[in-house]
């Protein structure tokens, strides 16, 4: 029961983000401001749930992981709610930010109490579920969003204020006994740290970050509707799904690095793919294979992180970069698309195949490698 509220919580953050993203129209009518201006609550979710997220982890270490969590989702309850009743557009917008915040105290502890209660053995395995049922969060949100929206936006918001009241009384396990030292927010900026961060924030900017561009590409080359270019995003979130527990599977026999390094690769080749293909078909698949990929570097980096002692704060920067490098690549590879749409899918492909695999290799000499774990345990 307490495994599986973890599981849950996860759920919780991709949900709420993505929430909105079905609704612009709705929110654009009823706040009387234009889309675009409407498109900015995402952002106002993202961006301080990213910054915040620097720090929170080795805040929430401190103020004891448990408490903190249930803290974080009655301020989540708090802020949903003022989003279901605010009449006006800036506070609207505020109390996205707010949800934000809470997002930040929980994603990270969540996931070093899940390492905490899983073996060694195991944890590639309960990170693929976890990275599952974020999955479920962001496939699920634009329909429910939507669904929401035929009747009214703010059922939607409604809804999620009372998942997270659900969440605040649900059981956690315990807290480890509290270290003779409290955590510093430096402890969390160590190279084991930043170099996986680096990977993830390179990742996530090629792959996870490109569903507009993969929106573009498909509106430009076939005119397919709004709807039509929905389904194709969601082959992402769905094939992410499926393959979650294979992702785990892969890092837990054969390492978390080679996990990451499949990914990496696999992935250069799936988001070129999109790039040089003329047919639906084959853009839909390499998609879908691209949200194959983004699990593998997932499962593997926060492996990684958690499998050599990382705590709350190390994984808390890392998902914080990993979010960051989401936010960049609108600005990174929208003009370039627009200069050459096959260069715009080449260029993170290059990325993801030429500097992300190097950065893996710093992390295989940092501290974090079988070998270097097998030094330490010598002595």
């Not at 409604?158 to 270290?179: E, I, M, N, R, Y």
């Not at 890092?251 to 790039?275: C, E, K, N, Q, Y």
Request: with cysteine; net charge positive.
């Amino acid at each position: 029961m307490r495994r599986a509220a973890l599981y849950v919580g996860g759920l919780l953050g991709p949900f709420g983000a993505g929430v909105v993203s079905s609704m612009l129209p709705e929110l654009s009518a009823t706040f009387g401001v234009s889309q675009g201006a409407a498109a900015t609550s995402l952002t106002a979710y993202l961006l301080p749930f990213a910054l915040v997220m620097l720090v929170s982890g080795t805040l929430g270490e401190r103020w004891g992981p448990t408490r903190t969590i249930r803290i974080a989702y009655a301020g989540y309850v708090v802020a949903a709610a003022l989003a279901a009743i605010a009449p006006w557009f800036w506070l609207f917008q505020a109390s996205r930010g707010l949800q934000g915040v809470a997002n930040a105290f929980t994603t990270p502890l969540l996931l070093t109490k899940l390492a905490a209660v899983t073996p060694k053995e195991r944890l590639g395995r309960a990170l693929g579920l976890y990275g599952a049922a974020q999955a479920i969060g962001q496939t699920s949100a634009p329909l429910a969003g939507g669904l929401a929206a035929e009747s009214s936006w703010r059922w939607a918001f409604a809804g999620t204020a009372v998942v997270a009241a659900v969440l605040t009384a649900s059981p956690l396990p315990a807290d480890d006994h509290a270290p003779e030292q409290p955590p510093r927010l430096r402890d969390a900026w160590q190279p084991v740290v930043v170099w996986p961060g680096i990977v993830i924030f390179v990742a996530w900017a090629c792959l996870a970050g490109l569903p507009f561009l993969v929106a573009f590409r498909v509106d430009d080359a076939f005119a397919l509707g709004p709807g039509a270019r929905g389904l194709v995003l969601t082959a992402y979130g769905l094939a992410g799904f499926v393959a979650a527990r294979l992702a785990g599977t892969v890092s837990d026999r054969f390492g978390p690095r080679l996990a990451v390094l499949l990914g990496l690769l696999l992935g250069a080749v799936a988001v070129a793919a999109i790039g040089l293909v003329g047919s639906l078909p084959p853009i839909v698949v390499a998609w879908a294979a691209a949200g194959v990929c983004g699990q593998l570097v997932l499962v593997g980096i926060n492996a990684l992180v958690l499998g050599a002692g990382g705590r709350g704060g190390a994984i808390s920067v890392v998902t914080a970069l990993r979010f960051l490098g989401m936010s960049a690549s609108p600005a990174a590879f929208t003009s370039l698309y627009r200069h050459d749409p096959v260069l715009g899918f080449l260029v993170p492909g290059a990325l993801l195949a030429a500097v992300a695999p190097l950065l893996a290799h710093r992390i295989f000499r940092s501290g974090t490698g079988p070998r270097a774990r097998l030094r330490h345990s010598r002595g």
